[in-house]
């Protein structure tokens, strides 16, 4: 059986915290791994602590852009030292829906710029939130050198999708693709192996997942449904996913 990995998701969230021991030991059974993104310091130290309790538990370390008014010194000197046991840096990105205000975005562009230049020092993954910012992260991330770059919950344009993929990044589809046709539609358009799937739960999607938190047991129905989208089977799509998912973390 191939492993799946969920490339998107916040384990460090209060509302998976009584769970945790449950979670862990399913997603031995499941056989999915799970790249946990951070949003701030708080959350940096709790990503750390689940990835000692489970190596199925990769860690990311970043700010997300809603909390780039953060303090960036604690998350880089823990990125640092623990650089030998992340995974990658992230959630971090823009986001101008967080606020409007010039300053403000000035200080997610910094706080993105200083964790990029971090990551390609560094030799990490990104995973990067880019609601309604992409043209901006993709002219930015063009001064960078950094090898796995993924465009995490894929809301753009077929034309941006186009100029993502000349870049060589990936993009990651989650439950919203079981039930949104425009996103099942960037997905066929994406360059096969850059093709990557995620919950970013704790999010709560409606439809038939009901508004319940993210699960990352909810993989398998995004796998299947994309399987179906690109008219593979199930077991095929799941052994290029893991391929895809081993050249975006570079293991
Ligand atoms: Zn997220």
Redo the contacts with the bound molecule.
């Keep these: 059986m191939t492993w799946l990995t969920d490339v998107?998701i916040?384990l460090s969230d209060d509302v998976y915290f009584d769970d945790i021991p449950n979670i862990l030991v399913s997603m031995e059974r499941m056989k999915i791994r799970a790249c946990c993104?951070s949003m701030d310091f708080q959350t940096c130290q709790k990503t750390l602590d689940l990835s000692k309790k489970s190596k199925l538990v990769l860690p990311f370390l970043g700010i997300?852009p809603g909390k780039a008014s953060e303090n960036i010194e604690p998350v880089s000197e823990l990125i640092i030292r623990h650089y030998k046991e992340i995974s990658g840096i992230g959630?971090i990105g823009l986001d101008n829906t967080y606020t409007g205000a010039i300053d403000s975005l000035r200080r997610q562009e910094m706080v993105f710029n200083t964790l990029l230049a971090l990551a390609e020092k560094l030799k990490k993954p990104v995973s990067i939130?880019s609601r309604r910012s992409l043209d901006k992260i993709l002219s930015i991330l063009s001064s960078y050198k950094i090898r796995g770059i993924l465009l995490?919950?894929f809301d753009g344009s077929k034309k941006q999708l186009r100029d993502a993929m000349d870049m060589g990044c990936y993009a990651s589809f989650g439950p919203v693709m079981v039930y949104a046709k425009d996103k099942q539609v960037l997905l066929s358009k994406t360059d096969p192996d850059k093709i990557l799937v995620e919950t970013?739960g704790p999010?709560k999607f409606s439809r038939c997942f009901e508004l319940k938190n993210a699960q990352i047991s909810f993989i398998p129905s995004v796998v299947f449904c994309a399987s179906k989208v690109l008219s593979k089977t199930y077991d095929e799509l799941s052994i290029e996913l893991e391929q895809n998912c081993k050249q975006y973390l570079g293991i």
């Design positions: 998107h916040h993104v997300h959630e939130h995490h919950w970013d999010v």
